[in-house]
């Protein structure tokens, strides 16, 4: 359940920190149109109306399709032109670094490749707001550098919101974070900003490295701070 | 073959090739062509048979149009579950519910791909039976309304395929869409119960009778709007798609199914009628020795080839015969030449002839023999006849035919002596009671 959240992000990559349970996956359901607040709502640029790319965490792909298929069909389902779905793919395929793997097929890419191509073809409507919901989780430390190098580079010239439990991903990714703790946005920010106050709070716990664990404890006091 | 890939693309900068995209059916060629040269071998093979027959009634190539539902249904269903298996399952990342063309007109796209596609596929087998039919058919033209059930009964079970994939959300259950719709459509091939509602009838109309007209429109009612309320409810089923909630929504997006389940019941309380005769059968008649012969208009051609085999057993035969007509039994249930000679008291005076396109039976007088010979009455007793007086009555039959074999009994005996010898034991020959004592010169 979320409430009074009333948060406005720019061009760039946001980062959306909070625990189980803390409303992360409500926000991104209400972004990206599965599902409706009882009262608000979203906007863009001042419309009510704008496009989305919505890369979930776990989401599946057809191994037997080329990688450009992918792209080219996810365009034309989220409303590119039939004739303008070709450039697209390619466009977005560029914008990952997976152009050259347009003709493979998507059995023989690796996890990381794969997250890319997800990314791509949610990339490929050219939305106003592309949303990654834990695109880092599972990968391998190469590919996660990858990665992180592939939304860097989107996040120079659009809106980015990614959501993660990864602490490292918001200090190399984001220039903004918004931390989530029980349904209301409890911290808006910069990341040196978040640092700092995760910095002054008392870690809490006995696993974790000492961000994780001061980053924890700051959850823990933002959801009490509301009470 | 539809063309599935789109033009070109801009190639990006260094790019050394650049691959087509495949838009229109992205999973690739394959999983729309392979059942496509599955349809039209099928029906290519099916047919073969009926292309080969020295004549052609257009009553049976319609008729053929849904018959033919009967392997290819089952294929395209299967193939509509593949495709809608791997395309649709919300986990995918080009199938997101938030996507804007996720619903109706992604739904709408591949149908049309898959339709379309198979459609053609179906009725480029039937092509060569129709070009055959349009040169040797002697009557009549194509019965679009009995032709058009079986492209919908292939339409709806493409839907019905593809419903399934949705519901499933895996490509795994494209046998099970295979052996749904192979028991569907041979529903129709037990018997009249379901007949209306499947489109493969367990008997052909032949020259003389039609679909009835109520039947054929009730099917062609019934298979568009089954087709109709399965899209709505696969259009509404994936609009309801949530990954991971497998089932939610799942029961409403399926009501409209509710319109086909509804139409099913009329005529299973009260069978309609299948056939009907034709409102007008034209018939060509020609009286030779007395006797009166007469076929439909569709079997001009073969008037002179029943007339020559049978007045020739009754030439042979010498004695007056018991029947003075022969007429095509494609024109029973019709008045022929002002008389209803299938309902009138006449009857018994008519011997009816088959004349089939695929067995020239009339080029032998097999009924006029099996009345003449006695080999009708000795099959009427069936296991009870005396096997002597079978046995002398096929021999008979078979000198009436002027095919008797060196061991006929009636082989080498004047003519003459076998008629007078058949004027003498007409009854003997009519009760199936021949004895060799009977015989000539016993």
Same mark, same amino acid.
């Given at each position: 359940m979320l409430s009074g959240v009333d948060w406005a992000i720019d061009t760039g990559v946001t980062g959306l920190l909070g625990p189980n349970g803390a409303g992360k996956t409500t926000l991104l359901n209400l972004l990206v149109g599965l599902e409706s607040p009882a009262s608000g709502g979203v906007r863009f640029q001042g419309s009510s109306s704008g496009t989305i790319g919505f890369v979930p965490q776990r989401f599946s792909l057809v191994g037997g399709m080329r990688v450009v298929d992918?792209? /080219?069909?996810?365009?034309?389902?989220?409303?590119?032109?039939?004739? =303008?779905?070709?450039d697209a793919a390619f466009r977005a395929l560029a914008a990952v670094r997976l152009d050259d793997l347009a003709d493979a097929?998507?059995?023989?890419? +690796? =996890?990381?490749?794969?997250?890319?191509?997800?990314? /791509? /073809?949610?990339?490929?409507?050219?939305?106003?707001?592309?949303?990654?919901?834990?695109?880092?989780? =599972?990968?391998?430390?190469?590919q996660r550098m990858r990665l992180r190098e592939v939304i860097a580079d989107i996040g120079r010239t659009r809106t980015v919101l990614l959501s993660t439990h990864l602490i490292e991903d918001i200090s190399h990714l984001c220039q903004r974070v918004g931390v989530l703790a029980e349904g209301r946005?409890?911290?808006?920010? @910069?990341?040196?900003?978040? @640092?700092?106050?995760?910095?002054?709070?008392? +870690? +809490?716990?006995?696993?974790? +490295?000492p961000f994780e664990r001061a980053y924890h404890a700051l959850v823990a006091k933002l959801g009490a701070d509301r009470d | 073959?539809?063309?599935? !890939?789109?033009?070109?693309? &801009?190639?990006?900068?260094? $790019? $050394?090739?650049?691959p087509r995209v495949r838009l229109r059916s992205p999973l690739g060629v394959w999983p729309v062509l392979l059942p496509v040269l599955a349809i039209t071998g099928v029906v290519v093979a099916a047919t073969g048979a009926m292309r080969a027959w020295p004549y052609q009634e257009w009553v049976q190539t319609s008729a053929e149009f849904h018959q033919q539902n009967a392997l290819t249904a089952p294929i395209a269903a299967a193939?509509?579950?593949?495709? $809608?298996? #791997?395309?649709?399952?919300?986990? !995918?990342?080009?199938?997101?519910?938030?996507? &804007? #063309? $996720?619903? #109706?007109? &992604?739904?709408? !796209?591949?149908?049309g791909l898959l339709i379309g596609a198979f459609v053609g596929a179906y009725l480029l087998g039937l092509l060569p039976l129709v070009v055959v039919t349009v040169s040797g058919a002697e009557y009549g033209g194509p019965d679009l309304g009995v032709m058009l059930t079986g492209v919908l009964g292939l339409v709806l079970a493409t839907a019905i395929g593809y419903l399934v994939g949705a519901v499933t959300r895996t490509a795994m259950t494209a046998p099970l869409s295979f052996v749904l719709l192979f028991g569907a459509t041979a529903l129709g091939s037990g018997g009249d119960t379901f007949s209306a509602l499947a489109p493969v009838l367990h008997i052909k109309p032949v020259l003389g009778v039609v679909q009835s007209t109520p039947f054929v429109v009730y099917r062609l009612a019934f298979l568009t709007a089954s087709t109709i309320a399965v899209v709505w409810a696969t259009v509404g089923l994936v609009r309801r798609h949530r990954a991971n909630r497998r089932f939610r929504g799942s029961g409403l997006a399926l009501l409209p199914l509710l319109i086909p389940a509804v139409l099913v019941v009329p005529p299973l309380l009260s069978k309609p009628a299948l056939f009907a005769y034709e409102a007008e059968t034209p018939s060509v008649c020609r009286a030779v020795n007395g006797v009166e012969y007469c076929v439909h208009e569709g079997h001009r051609s073969r008037l002179g080839i029943m007339i020559a085999a049978t007045d020739a057993a009754l030439t042979r035969h010498g004695g007056s015969a018991p029947f003075t007509r022969v007429y095509d039994e494609a024109l029973r249930g019709r008045p022929v030449n002002g008389t209803d000679v299938w309902r009138a008291q006449a009857r018994d005076t008519v011997l009816w002839v088959p004349v089939q396109p695929h067995n020239p039976s009339e080029s032998r007088p097999v009924q006029a023999v099996g009345v003449l010979s006695g080999l009708g009455p000795c099959h009427q007793l069936r296991g009870t006849a005396d096997p002597e007086s079978v046995r002398l009555a096929g021999d008979l039959g078979r000198w009436l035919d002027g095919t008797a074999a060196p061991g006929n009994v009636f082989t080498g005996m004047p003519d003459s002596s076998v008629q007078r010898w058949i004027?003498?034991?007409?009854d003997r020959i009519a009760g199936c009671g021949l004895t060799p004592e009977t015989l000539p010169g016993q």
């Open positions: 992918t792209v /080219a069909y996810a365009a034309w389902v989220n409303g590119v032109d039939r004739r =303008g779905c070709a097929r998507v059995r023989t890419l +690796s =996890g990381g490749q794969r997250q890319r191509l997800g990314v /791509a /073809a949610a990339l490929a409507h050219d939305p106003d707001l592309l949303v990654l919901d834990e695109p880092t989780v =599972g990968l391998d430390p190469a946005l409890a911290f808006d920010g @910069t990341e040196a900003e978040l @640092t700092e106050l995760v910095d002054s709070t008392p +870690s +809490s716990g006995v696993l974790g +490295s | 073959m539809t063309d599935l !890939r789109t033009s070109g693309p &801009t190639p990006p900068d260094g $790019a $050394a090739v650049v193939a509509a579950t593949y495709f $809608a298996g #791997r395309l649709l399952p919300p986990s !995918r990342i080009f199938a997101l519910p938030s996507a &804007t #063309r $996720a619903g #109706r007109q &992604t739904v709408a !796209r591949h149908l004027a003498a034991n007409g």
